[in-house]
């Protein structure tokens, strides 16, 4: 049975591990613009002209440029391509010309329209609220760091940036 404490460990080991990952795809996300669309059947139909086409929700999540974006269309719509429901991955080389670097401030943006909502944030505020999070379920009351956490931190970190930057090439 798991305790309190075994619980605070494995909930600060996780915090560590999505860290991590946050870190990595942080690094990748200056060299390639990945994504992943999630299209399923929103159980509604849309008349146009005289003919029915099925509605579809449509979410997707986006890295490029050290920040990731999640877009939220509640009935997205496209009679010409007859989309099924499904999951799509996508991974492409960064391009330069980026509209959302006018639109961003700081790495946060936040747009609403009629069709949907997006939501960018940066990647070094998840791993900034990660690892905060991962430090503060991990310490022990009284607050006090030992010099083998502080070696186990600093591996920890080299390793991670090791396997960004070759993640890179």
């Avoid at 099925?54 to 990731?68: C, E, F, K, M």
């Avoid at 747009?111 to 990660?130: I, N």
Wanted: aromatic share 16%; glycine share 8%; net charge positive.
């Amino acid at each position: 049975m798991l305790n309190g404490r075994y619980f605070r460990r494995l909930s600060a080991i996780a915090c560590f591990a999505l860290c991590a990952l946050a870190v990595v795809l942080w690094i990748r996300s200056y060299r390639w613009h990945d994504g992943a669309n999630i299209c399923y059947a929103a159980g509604q139909s849309v008349k146009i002209g005289v003919q029915q086409y099925p509605a579809y929700r449509y979410v997707s999540a986006n890295t490029s440029l050290g920040i990731v974006s999640i877009n939220v269309n509640p009935a997205y719509l496209n009679p010409v391509d007859r989309l099924s429901a499904g999951v799509n991955y996508f991974s492409t080389e960064v391009d330069d010309d980026w509209w959302w670097k006018r639109e961003v401030k700081f790495g946060f943006a936040y747009k609403s329209w009629r069709r949907g909502h997006l939501l960018a944030v940066p990647f070094w505020f998840l791993s900034l609220l990660t690892a905060a999070a991962g430090t503060l379920l991990w310490m022990q009351r009284p607050y006090r760091f030992t010099l083998r956490g502080a070696l186990v931190a600093t591996t920890l970190i080299a390793i991670i940036l090791g396997i960004g930057m070759a993640s890179i090439r």
